[in-house]
């Protein structure tokens, strides 16, 4: 029977790879990095993932945490599963910190852009109220039509209400000294 081709090469040393490198980055593709810190710091890794999980109250399969009850025709089957299903519990305080990181109030992330807030700034500062005026604009770079230029404004009206208050406030003294 033939050989695979490229199998009956003889194999040399590689000089230049670098071992090191090749040996951490197996390690790291053998064991992926667990993203939940908490999870992370109550792992054992010479117990199994199932075993790992079970000490710290958490569910392995889902699908036998919380099973479906199957109904016979006409009769429902009642079994107390739930006290067969208990287990211990070596670790509570992984679920307690991970319930306490869940309570905790979502913090506000989305904001716009520093281009964004001074275009807008700019339109308002230089023509008020006109949108029409504010498209033929040469800043408007991205020939925005009149109603999108409307609606960034209004979208940076909705993002930071007080800001936008004050720099109308601010305009309104400007205008004052004009006249």
Same mark, same amino acid.
């Given at each position: ?8 090469? *003889?194999? #040399? /040393? ?8 090749? %040996?951490?980055?197996? $390690?790291?593709?053998?064991?992926? *990095?667990?993203?939940?810190?908490? =999870? *992370? ?11 790992? +999980? ?18 016979? +025709?006409? @009769? ?5 599963? $739930?006290?067969?299903? *208990?287990? =211990?519990?070596?670790?509570? %305080?992984?679920?307690?910190? @991970?319930? %306490? &990181?869940?309570?905790?109030? &979502? ?6 852009? $520093?281009? +964004? =807030?001074? %275009?807008?700034?700019? @339109?308002?500062?230089?023509?008020? &109220?006109?949108?029409?005026? @504010? ?6 770079? /991205? ?7 409307? $609606?960034? =404004? ?5 993002? /930071?209400?007080?800001?936008? #208050? ?14």
């Amino acid at each position: 029977m033939p050989k695979a081709k490229g199998k009956g090469r *003889r194999h #040399k /040393y590689s000089y230049n790879v670098n071992r090191k490198r090749l %040996y951490r980055s197996a $390690r790291r593709r053998a064991a992926p *990095r667990i993203a939940c810190s908490h =999870i *992370r710091h109550a792992w054992d890794p010479s117990k199994s993932v199932a075993q790992n +999980l079970a000490e710290m109250g958490l569910a392995h399969d889902p699908n036998k945490a919380v099973p479906i009850p199957k109904k016979k +025709l006409g @009769m429902e089957v009642e079994t107390d599963q $739930r006290d067969q299903g *208990r287990k =211990i519990v070596r670790k509570p %305080y992984v679920v307690n910190e @991970m319930e %306490y &990181e869940a309570s905790l109030p &979502e913090k506000k992330s989305n904001t716009l852009s $520093r281009d +964004l =807030i001074d %275009y807008v700034r700019y @339109m308002i500062q230089n023509h008020g &109220e006109n949108y029409k005026e @504010m498209a033929r604009d040469e800043k408007n770079y /991205y020939q925005d039509t009149p109603k999108q230029i409307k $609606r960034k =404004i209004n979208v940076y009206k909705n993002f /930071y209400p007080e800001e936008y #208050k004050d720099f109308i406030a601010s305009l309104k003294p400007e205008k004052m000294d004009v006249q």
